[in-house]
């Protein structure tokens, strides 16, 4: 039975949001319809327009608050590694896994709808509060690098939110016939650890890997 929980707490567009991730984490971005989330969320589905454009929409604010919760939860990391500028960046690197198991739903509406972080000012917004924390350890620790051999932050902080990205989606997320060898906790760690000895920046020999 759909639960209903829509006008009763006077706050059918939140429940319209958490309808929609319910079945976004069940069916996938593409797999359900508006009438489905009204459904879940115990409305009709005209109810849906009065706060909805259409289903885009409502999946375009599932990942602005899969952001929101993304970004407190990068900052939170990045700050429980202060003062070591490596171990923030670790830290920022491991969260990224840890939301992901966390939210799936938001993480599927972020990452796999297809929904541009431009798609309305508020979502890039946060999306760039985001990726800024990522980008702030990297920037912190490649200060340890000689300037004439520094990778720009930038780019730091991709390769590793791409690293980050990849594990999660061949190894953390059950993808269908794939099953790693390795914890994916591990093949983050030991896979950051790989790069960031490429950049000099901890030494072979480091007995934590």
Same mark, same amino acid.
């Given at each position: 039975m759909p639960k209903k929980r829509g006008y009763h707490h006077g706050n059918l567009r939140q429940a319209l949001v958490d309808a929609a991730l319910e079945l976004i984490e069940a069916k996938g971005p593409t797999g359900f319809t508006l009438s489905e989330a009204a459904k879940q969320a115990g409305v009709t589905p005209a109810a849906v327009y009065r706060h909805f454009e259409g289903r885009e929409d409502l999946i375009a604010e599932a990942a602005r608050q899969g952001y929101e919760i993304f970004a407190d939860v990068m900052q939170y990391a990045y700050d429980k590694g202060q003062p070591s500028a490596l171990a923030a960046f670790e830290a920022t690197g491991r969260a990224y896994l840890a939301f992901a198991r966390k939210y799936p739903g938001h993480y599927i509406a972020m990452f796999e709808s297809g929904i541009s972080v431009n798609r309305n000012p508020? #979502? $890039? $917004?946060v999306s760039n509060r985001a990726r800024a924390v990522l980008e702030k350890a990297a920037g912190d620790l490649s200060q340890h690098i000689p300037p004439d051999k520094r990778p720009p932050a930038a780019m730091f902080s991709a390769h590793i939110w791409a690293l980050s990205h990849g594990v999660v989606e061949l190894f953390a997320r059950n993808s269908p016939g794939t099953q790693s %060898?390795? %914890? %994916?906790?591990? !093949? #983050?760690?030991?896979?950051?650890?790989?790069? !960031?000895?490429? !950049?000099? !920046?901890i030494p072979p020999d480091d007995d934590k890997r």
């Open positions: 508020d #979502l $890039a $917004a %060898p390795f %914890p %994916p906790e591990d !093949l #983050l760690e030991t896979g950051i650890g790989v790069y !960031l000895r490429g !950049l000099g !920046l």
